[in-house]
């Protein structure tokens, strides 16, 4: 079983803060997906990373992938209640297949 | 726009019970798959097929079967139910060629 690990496991801050979301695995990712849920639905994805060290902006969400393409992170500014969901890590380690390996999660609320 | 179906959204089954979740796409995606959701575990895969008359195991698989006799339609059976199934599962799809997963809005299974 391929381990990927987010932390932190849950997340409260307040309107406007800033926060960073980890996702680690001791595997090289042929490619990385963010996802986020709100209860009662699947998993939406909000974007794809595929060369080591690249980096991509989504409104106020930046996704970043490590140069060693192990690991990843998502930095939200100025948080907006909004942004409350569950925000999930995927990974995909071989080039061509589509299997994807989920994070454990972090759940994000934001306090108004 | 439909996107991916399941149904029902609610069940609660007796121990030892068969029943079968139902998954559908209308967006003619070659990749299906079927995750479940534990609280603290994300997501993971239990069975996927990579188009119609292929179906193989993923990281769960005991306890339950697959057929893909057509690209739309992907079901998965329990043929003896257990507690331990007690969980949120999860129908995707994809186009084979993106890893992006469309997921439907899942299925909520209690064995009691």
């Known amino acids: 079983t391929q381990l990927l690990e987010q932390s932190p496991q849950f997340l409260s801050i307040q309107e406007g803060e800033n926060l960073t979301v980890y996702c680690n695995s001791s595997?090289?990712?042929?490619?990385l997906q963010w996802y986020r849920q709100e209860p009662g639905e699947g998993p939406v994805l909000l974007v794809t990373?595929?060369?080591?060290?690249e980096v991509k902006k989504l409104k106020r969400l930046t996704f970043q992938f490590g140069d060693a393409r192990k690991d990843s992170s998502l930095h939200i500014t100025a948080a907006q209640t909004g942004d409350t969901g569950l925000y999930l890590c995927?990974?995909?380690?071989?080039?061509?297949?589509?299997?994807?390996?989920f994070g454990t999660g972090t759940r994000l609320t934001v306090i108004p | 726009n439909a996107g991916v179906t399941q149904t029902p959204k609610f069940q609660v089954l007796k121990t030892g019970q068969s029943m079968t979740l139902q998954c559908a796409q209308d967006?003619?995606?070659?990749?299906m798959s079927w995750y479940r959701q534990d609280p603290g575990m994300g997501l993971r895969l239990i069975h996927y097929?990579?188009?119609?008359?292929?179906?193989d195991q993923g990281e769960v698989p005991n306890g339950y079967n697959v057929s893909r006799s057509t690209t739309e339609d992907f079901p998965l059976r329990l043929l003896s139910a257990a507690p331990s199934q007690t969980s949120v599962y999860f129908c995707?799809?994809?186009?084979?060629?993106?890893?992006?997963?469309?997921f439907g809005q899942g299925t909520r299974l209690t064995v009691v």
């Open positions: 995707a799809s994809s186009t084979g060629v993106s890893t992006e997963a469309f």
């Open positions: 595997s090289v990712f042929s490619s």
């Open positions: 990373v595929v060369t080591g060290g």
């Open positions: 995927a990974g995909v380690y071989q080039t061509g297949a589509n299997n994807l390996f």
């Open positions: 967006m003619n995606h070659e990749y």
């Open positions: 097929s990579v188009g119609a008359g292929i179906t």
